[in-house]
């Protein structure tokens, strides 16, 4: 027979005909030796793909299915079934009860109704709650009162309310006996990043890396030992207003695995698999290792860069003081023990004092980088280098054409030689008249100028050039 699915597309139907929650129905607890699989595919942004493999004992005919353990942010929408022993069974309906247990619900569902007030000596004061829209409200011995001494004391819990949330299935059955049943959905409250460390050498120009995975869980439910896959890319979803909110994650926990995480292609994404099988508790940032690697060549650059086109028609800039960028190259190629797809995250650069002592020279963002390209780490700016601009000269040829000059001071207060790109934006039409140092023309609004800087020296970067808009 061929394998059965079904894809429920109404959001958290709620059955007038369903029974009381636990009345009448089989129970599937993720708790239990039902399941037999669970896989956790973990995206970049709030978004996980939870799949299962329970083994559930139905009746002959229709009944009713509780499928406890889902997180408290599922989407019930994207529910598939996926009957795979091929004993048939038709889905009809489905809830998701969410109504979580909690004090001020179980108050709220008895409004109206008797309670009791245990006092010390064991005698009981019975009451009316009235409300409890800011605060409980109770009718005691014919007066309303706000407090009643002694333990608050309830003859039974009110229906519909849950300790987890829970899907609700209404089945049919062909006949009695058990079924293993793949389930899959997506839920909110799961994401990864990822983490680079970058030792530089007493050299500082190769680093031993160490790249980490850091997944969260928010999701409201904890997964035991499930396989776990994390998808790099940047999957479209559509924008839903969500009503439930997350409370932060207090736990941090780490697993080192032996050998690199396997990864291969799916669509136009990377899927990098986590060796084995761990555990992801509610509310916890665990930390998994990516990859090591040593020896990679890392290329320092100083880098000042202007983008301010007005200047060169007279709109401010005449004279400033501007910071130089220190910049960090990596090539991302084998050549370079690399030459792998980088998920999107942070990079941490350290180097070593004279000591020994481990410091944070800075930190940059990456997007998500194939390999064979060049990663371009911005850590900071340099202390003991200053770029000072001036405006030497301006005049206007026309309505639309302006000519003028520009002196850039670089002064270089370090003890070693030192080469600065000087990244212009460059407005409309120009033309470079006059130079002291040759550029390159980078694209249609950009020149790069490449002034070499003694230790301890001056250099001063010159040039005259025409616009017009």
């Given at each position: 027979m061929t394998t059965m699915k079904w894809l429920i597309l109404a959001a958290?139907?709620?059955?007038?005909?369903?029974?009381?929650?636990?009345?009448?129905?089989?129970?599937s607890s993720s708790e239990s030796e039902e399941r037999t699989r669970l896989e956790l595919t973990v995206y970049n942004s709030d978004l996980a793909l939870v799949r299962e493999t329970r083994t559930v004992k139905l009746p002959d005919g229709e009944s009713w299915l509780e499928f406890r353990g889902v997180p408290a942010r599922i989407d019930p929408r994207s529910l598939i079934v996926d009957q795979s022993d091929g004993r048939p069974f038709r889905l009809i309906e489905q809830s998701y009860e969410f109504d979580l247990m909690s004090r001020a619900k179980i108050l709220e569902k008895y409004v109206g109704r008797e309670l009791t007030w245990i006092q010390e000596d064991g005698r009981r004061l019975t009451g009316k709650l009235l409300g409890?829209?800011?605060?409980?409200?109770?009718?005691?011995?014919?007066?309303?009162?706000?407090?009643?001494?002694?333990?608050?004391?309830?003859s039974s819990l009110p229906e519909n309310l849950r300790a987890r949330p829970t899907m609700v299935w209404r089945l049919d059955a062909d006949r009695e006996g058990e079924r293993a049943i793949d389930v899959s959905y997506?839920?909110?409250?799961?994401?990864?990043?990822?983490?680079?460390?970058?030792?530089?050498?007493?050299?500082?120009?190769?680093?031993?890396?160490?790249?980490?995975?850091?997944?969260?869980?928010?999701s409201g439910t904890t997964f035991d030992d499930a396989g776990l896959m994390?998808?790099?890319?940047?999957?479209?979803?559509?924008?839903q207003t969500h009503g439930r909110g997350s409370p932060k994650p207090e736990l941090m926990a780490m697993a080192t695995f032996d050998g690199n995480m396997a990864q291969e292609s799916v669509g136009d994404y990377h899927l990098y698999t986590v060796p084995g099988h761990t555990s992801l508790r509610d509310q916890e940032i665990k930390q998994v290792s990516l990859f090591t690697s040593s020896g990679v060549p890392v290329q320092k650059r100083y880098r000042l860069e202007s983008?301010?086109?007005?200047?060169?028609?007279?709109?401010?800039?005449?004279?400033?003081?501007?910071?130089?960028?220190?910049?960090?190259?990596?090539?991302?190629?084998?050549?370079?023990?690399?030459?792998?797809?980088?998920?999107?995250?942070?990079v941490r650069i350290y180097g070593t004092s004279s000591s020994g002592a481990r410091q944070l020279l800075g930190e940059s963002q990456i997007d998500h980088t194939p390999r064979d390209e060049t990663l371009h780490l911005q850590t900071g700016y340099a202390f003991d280098l200053v770029a000072d601009r001036k405006r030497m000269e301006f005049r206007s040829m026309g309505e639309r054409t302006h000519e003028s000059v520009w002196e850039i001071e670089l002064r270089n207060r370090s003890d070693?030689?030192?080469?600065?790109?000087?990244?212009?934006?460059?407005?409309?039409e120009w033309t470079v008249l006059e130079t002291s140092h040759d550029f390159a023309k980078l694209e249609a609004f950009q020149a790069r100028f490449d002034v070499s800087v003694p230790a301890d020296g001056i250099s001063v970067l010159r040039y005259r050039i025409r616009t017009s808009n």
């Open positions: 958290a139907t709620i059955l007038a005909a369903a029974p009381a929650a636990g009345a009448d129905r089989n129970v409890t829209a800011e605060g409980p409200v109770y009718e005691v011995d014919g007066e309303i009162v706000f407090e009643v001494p002694g333990r608050l004391a309830l997506l839920t909110g409250g799961l994401s990864w990043s990822a983490d680079y460390v970058f030792q530089l050498d007493d050299q500082g120009d190769k680093a031993d890396v160490q790249a980490w995975v850091t997944v969260q869980n928010r994390l998808l790099a890319g940047d999957v479209n979803r559509v924008q983008g301010n086109m007005g200047r060169f028609f007279g709109r401010g800039g005449e004279r400033g003081t501007e910071k130089i960028a220190v910049m960090h190259e990596v090539k991302n190629t084998e050549d370079d023990h690399l030459g792998v797809p980088l998920p999107a995250g942070i070693h030689d030192v080469v600065i790109e000087v990244l212009e934006a460059m407005p409309g």
